[in-house]
Every structure is written in C-alpha cells, then in structure tokens.
C-alpha cells in the first residue's frame, strides 16, 4: 500500500474539527513534504516522526513521502498531528500490514524516542471523537481529560504500544477512573457563615445563585463586598453534566491541569486585576485563547473595585453578558469562546475616604467616581446592593455565626430545579417572551410597574430583569409572583437613579 488516510483532530476555540491525514509514497527522491496550511510546529514534526520511527524499531521509506492534511484551508498548529502522521506512514508503507482504521482517531506529539507526549485542549477532540462513534488513541498524559468522556477512548505511552495495540498483540488501556461529582469531594468554598450581619447583602447573594442574577455591591471601603463575593459559589447549585463538560473544554483549551488549576464538576471563580486588557477579559491573540470571561463560564466572575477597571474594557463586557459568547475576529478565521458567568461587581462609591457624615453617593467625588461606568453596562446588571458599614457592637460583639453555606444552598437547589422543570434554564437566561409568558401579573400588578417604571426611569432591558428577578424571589418562596415579589425585586434597582444622575450630569 503507497497510499493511507487517518483521522485526527484540529483545535478552534472549544470546537474540535476533523482533519483527515492523507500520506502517499510514491518514487523519487528521498524526501518528506506536509502541505494543508501546517504553521511551524507541524512542518517540524517531519523530523519528530522520522525519529521515532527509527527509534520504534521501525524503518522510514526512503522514497518520496507526500502527506496532506486536509482540510487545506483549515490552518493546522501544534504537535497533536504527529502521532497520526507516523501511523499514516507506517501504513501506507506497509509495515503494519493491511489495516482499516476508518474508526480510528490518533492525537499526540512525539519525542525523538518515539515517546507520547500529552498535547493542550485534548477534551473538546474527545468529546467531538465519541459523537463521532470512532475511538480516540491519546497521550497517557491526558487520559483523565478523556475519562471525563464516556467513551472508549485508550492511551499509549510510546508508539510501539500504539502499533501494538493495532495489530491487535496487546490491547491499550481504556481511559477510565472519572473524578466524583459529590459536593463532599469538592474544594472545600469559603463559607456563608463566616459573614457578620450584612442580611441585605447575604439575601442578594442567594437570590443571585438562584436566578443566575449579576450582582453589584456597593458600599465604603471595609464593610465586607470582597468576603460576600468569594462566597458566592459555596451556594450555587451543582453543574448539570453538561455544564461540567463545557467548563472542562474550556479549561483543556486554555492549557489549565485539572486537579491543579481547577475541579472537575466546580464552579470557576475568577477574579481578574483591575489593570487588566481586553484581550485578557475576553480573551484573543494571534492563536486566540479564552480569557477570564471564557475561564469564568458557569461560574463567577468577580470585578472588585470596578470603576478601576478602563471604560473600554468594561464595555467588550456587553455582548457576552447578553448571549453568553465571545466571537474573536482575527485574519485567520473567527473563534468563539462560551462565556456564560455571573458577574459580581464590587465599588466603593467614592475613592475619598469615607467619614460617615455625609451622603456619600450624592458628593461631587461619588458623582465624578460613578461616571467612570456606562449606563448600559450597569443596566446589565440585576441586583444594585448596598453594604453598609457595620455597626461596631454587632462587629465587636456578635457571638453568632451566620447561616452556613449548605443550608442556603439547599434553598437554591430547591428554586433551580423548579425553574429547569418549567422552562429547562435558570431565570436569568428567559427570553422575553417566556418572560412574559410565565410571569404574567395582573392589571393593579401591571399598573405598579409602569408607575415604577417612570419612576425609577427603567429602560426595557431593566424592566425584563426585574422582572426575572421577581420571579426567582418566587421561586425561593414557591410561590407565583406577587406584589411583594415585585417591591422587592425593585428595591434592588433603588441606585438606579442615583447612578444614571451621576452618568447624566
């Protein structure tokens, strides 16, 4: 046989396309040529695969070798193609005999030893080779990414293995031994317990975990904003196995070790300084790759001192906080990262210190201060919660501990699985129209909102979010919505005529 095709797979953003490895060996000159857009890393490999060959006991033809990696305008970057390119030359010059391995997928980067070294954003090609009903060879290095798949998948250590394994001597190991998904196996979270009164604030938290809700604090220097947002997923709801995968490819993508920089079936937290780009808030470069939004899907993302933080890069925060993505644009092709998180947001209202006579909010410094954010970012945001200094005998004195993050989780769990059993998301992912259909107040109900509306000057997207709001306040009382639900859910927009005063004037 001079001529053989084996499947492997490319990587772009968190998707994992086919790429077909096509090898002839024809007479000529000894030579070694990969077309199909390969960058660096994969014309290098003809020297990798050469060696490992030689050194796998195996001979490399001396004849002209062709290989193509197809699709051709599908740019191809990385070691991973060197396993499937070896395999292909091993085939097509008959060394392993007569072989059909249509039902056969091959990802890994040699050593000169003929070693199988682990490659980056291996889970997506897993998940994208078991929709496909083939089997995936894989590095021993990543097989706990793939044992995340309930597969078939195997993994080898050197290419003798694999060679082995395909003429049917010795068979690989199955990638097996998925991590539990019990929360008592989970990180341990800081808990709710350790906060001291701030009863507004814990209740924003729980509704927010509830609803899916983004949340901003508000409040001096010192009253706690920091403490209530890293606590916020200890009371979040566990990820449905789907949310889990997606998390993990984004992790595999972006290069982080499971079991070291972050846990299967955990909730992300992420917390990016406030000098940050845009590019490392949403992600990009030449090659793009996630950045904190993508890192943060499903899970938290937390902004702390948000006027801070550059006006432009808050503002590529828009898109992904409607639908949940980010598209990258580059001369090479578009990528598209998941970015489904929830933000919380914490600011001082001034950066003067705060002495606790005046109206800190109405002083000139809060007004310039506030101006720093746009109004439409913060009209993204559900929940406007101020945390206010603690009075110093509850500070000094409180001997109680709060409610444990359990108990609240408990609540929320209970709220979740009611929103999944009557419209499959959480609240804050509703379209308008669900919105309208599932939440539907009566005519004195209606009348309170427009008087609220003209009141508070509510724009549409303010108004909808109220209402998604109020409707998970219901869900935590299983209830339907009522008008104390509605007043409630409003008192949490009651900074939304102080900050657009400020961004007004």
């Not at 080898?156 to 998904?181: F, I, M, S, Y």
Request: net charge neutral.
């Amino acid at each position: 046989m001079s001529l053989a095709t084996i499947y492997s797979r490319a990587r772009v953003g968190v998707a994992s396309p086919l790429v077909t490895v096509e090898t002839h060996i024809s007479n000529g000159l000894p030579s070694l040529n990969i077309v199909g857009l390969p960058e660096a890393a994969v014309r290098e490999s003809k020297d990798r695969v050469r060696s490992a060959i030689i050194n796998s006991h195996f001979e490399f033809p001396t004849r002209r070798v062709t290989i193509n990696l197809a699709p051709a305008d599908l740019p191809k970057e990385g070691g991973r193609y060197d396993l499937a390119i070896a395999i292909s030359v091993l085939v097509a010059s008959g060394q392993l005999g007569e072989l059909n391995l249509g039902d056969t997928e091959f990802i890994g980067e040699l050593a000169l030893s003929g070693d199988i070294r682990g490659v980056s954003g291996l889970l997506p090609s897993a998940i994208a080779c078991h929709q496909s009903n083939r089997q995936l060879i894989l590095p021993a290095d990543n097989q706990a990414e793939a044992a995340l798949v309930e597969g078939h998948s195997v993994f080898a250590k050197h290419l003798t293995q694999v060679t082995a394994h395909l003429l049917q001597q010795t068979a690989l190991p199955l990638c097996q031994g998925r991590p539990e998904t019990d929360l008592s196996v989970r990180q341990v979270f800081k808990d709710m317990r350790d906060v001291k009164g701030q009863y507004q604030a814990r209740r924003a938290l729980e509704v927010a975990a509830a609803g899916g809700h983004n949340l901003l604090f508000i409040g001096p220097a010192g009253t706690g904003k920091t403490m209530l947002a890293s606590r916020l997923p200890s009371i979040m709801p566990q990820m449905t196995e789907a949310e889990a995968l997606s998390v993990a490819s984004v992790q595999s993508v972006a290069g982080r070790k499971m079991g070291q920089d972050w846990h299967w079936s955990e909730r992300p937290f992420r917390s990016p300084h406030h000098s940050c780009s845009a590019a490392a808030l949403v992600g990009g470069g030449s090659i793009p790759k996630p950045g904190e939004a993508s890192l943060a899907h499903c899970g938290v993302l937390f902004l702390d001192e948000l006027p801070e933080f550059d006006r432009k890069v808050l503002e590529v925060l828009r898109e992904p906080l409607e639908n949940g993505e980010v598209h990258i644009s580059r001369a090479r092709g578009q990528v598209t990262f998941p970015a489904r998180f929830q933000l919380v947001a914490a600011m001082n209202a001034s950066n003067e210190a705060y002495r606790g006579e005046q109206d800190y909010y109405q002083s000139s410094a809060s007004q310039k201060y506030l101006k720093k954010l746009s109004a439409p970012f913060l009209d993204r945001i559900d929940l406007h919660v101020e945390v206010p200094p603690l009075p110093s005998d509850v500070l000094v004195n409180a001997q109680e501990e709060g409610e444990s993050s359990d108990s609240i989780r408990l609540r929320v769990e209970q709220a979740v699985a009611r929103q999944r059993a009557r419209q499959g998301v959480q609240n804050a992912l509703l379209s308008g129209r669900q919105l309208e259909a599932i939440c539907a107040l009566s005519e004195e109900d209606k009348r309170f909102m427009q008087q609220a509306l003209d009141t508070l000057k509510l724009s549409a997207r303010a108004y909808h979010r109220v209402l998604k709001v109020a409707l998970t306040l219901a869900d935590l009382n299983d209830t339907s919505v009522t008008r104390a639900h509605l007043m409630e859910s409003l008192s949490y927009r009651k900074m939304e005529k102080t900050l657009t005063s400020a961004l007004s004037s």
